[in-house]
Nanobody, 114 residues
Framework: QVQLVESGGGLVQPGASLRLSCAASGRIFSIYTMAWYRQAPGKQRELVATITTVHSTTYTDSVKGRFTISRDNSANTVYLQMNSLKPEDTAVYYC????????WGQGTQVTVSS
């Protein structure tokens, strides 16, 4: 079964950058459209970005132009480069397939605060 481990979060000031990583066990990872999600306190989990097996990407409007999703199938890893971070980006960030096919990992906390 695929296991997902997110990392790279932290406490940063507005305007800073972070790069999140999601390492997946199992070769089956490469056949899925993968996604990054986030959940802020008291809010529902929201879809942030997706990347298909051929590296086509989509983004929610609030992160367009600031976040970049990428994947390295040879390393079974999905990345989320986050630039120009804002306080409203504060959340726990998770990765999964677009269909949520895998058990959810613990996520990685991103806190943007001055």
């Amino acid at each position: 079964q695929v296991q997902l481990v997110e990392s790279g979060g932290g406490l940063v000031q507005p305007g800073a950058s972070l790069r999140l990583s999601c390492a997946a066990s199992g070769r089956i990872f490469s056949i899925y459209t993968m996604a990054w999600y986030r959940q802020a306190p008291g809010k529902q989990r929201e879809l942030v970005a997706t990347i298909t097996t051929v590296h086509s990407t989509t983004y929610t409007d609030s992160v367009k132009g600031r976040f970049t999703i990428s994947r390295d199938n040879s390393a079974n890893t999905v990345y989320l480069q986050m630039n120009s971070l804002k306080p409203e980006d504060t959340a726990v960030y998770y990765c999964n397939s677009l269909s949520g096919a895998f058990p959810w990992g613990q996520g990685t906390q991103v806190t943007v605060s001055s």
